[in-house]
């Protein structure tokens, strides 16, 4: 059983558009972090979130942590080329970080 | 130049033989991770330490020996290599340990075992 699903796994839309992806768990986390991965890269931190119902935003991303902090969401808000690549959330459990799948967005020009 | 950088980016073996894969970060962070990443499996932890001398096992430890002798490297040897060992690996740092610390990501090696 995964401990964090992320949907869609795959997303792919035209630029202007907005998207939300989506990190889901049965588990409740302290903390819950957004890492974005580019091809031939290691994946690059975006965002922590810690308070139940917290909502952070970096430039048109919008995230947001549920109240019971057991999921999460990221929305983009106008969509442009760069966004396009590997979105992954992770989560502490036992003082260890455990990372879904991940979401594979396309960003189509 | 700062960072962490991992060496070789690519690596081609067969089946049997040893192989080490290097990590290397300057920021004089205490924990430093290594995790695989398969298609269908996501970003799994193998090994991960706390300090120098100090290490442990993640999730898939099976197949794989760390050392930490020096607090700024991190090596993977795969003592035997198995075809099921072809992946991509990353090496991370982070100041602490914890869900709320960043961790930073090397570039990774791909490795393929024939």
């Known amino acids: 059983t995964q401990l964090l699903e992320q949907s869609p796994q795959f997303l792919s839309i035209q630029e202007g558009e907005n998207l939300t992806v989506y990190c889901n768990s049965s588990s409740v986390f302290s903390s819950l972090q957004w890492y974005r991965q580019e091809p031939g890269e290691g994946p690059v931190l975006l965002v922590t979130?810690?308070?139940?119902?917290e909502v952070k935003k970096l430039k048109r991303l919008t995230f947001q942590f549920g109240d019971a902090r057991k999921d999460s969401s990221l929305h983009i808000t106008a969509a442009q080329p760069g966004d396009t690549g590997l979105y992954l959330c992770?989560?502490?459990?036992?003082?260890?970080?455990?990372f879904g799948k991940g979401t594979r967005l396309h960003i189509l020009p | 130049d700062a960072g962490i950088t991992q060496s070789p980016r690519y690596k081609i073996t067969e089946t049997g033989r040893q192989v080490t894969l290097m990590c290397h970060q300057t920021w004089s962070h205490s924990y430093m991770f290594w995790y695989r990443q398969d298609l269908g499996h996501g970003l799994r932890l193998i090994y991960y330490?706390?300090?120098?001398?100090?290490?442990d096992k993640g999730e898939v430890p099976d197949g794989y020996v760390v050392s930490r002798s020096k607090t700024e490297n991190f090596p993977l040897t795969l003592e035997s290599a198995t075809r099921s060992q072809t992946s991509v690996y990353f090496c991370a740092s982070s100041e602490r340990r914890g869900g709320a610390d960043t961790q930073y990501f090397g570039p990774g090696t791909r490795l393929t075992v024939l």
């Open positions: 979130v810690v308070t139940g119902g």
């Open positions: 992770a989560a502490n459990r036992d003082d260890k970080i455990i």
């Open positions: 330490s706390a300090a120098a001398d100090i290490t």
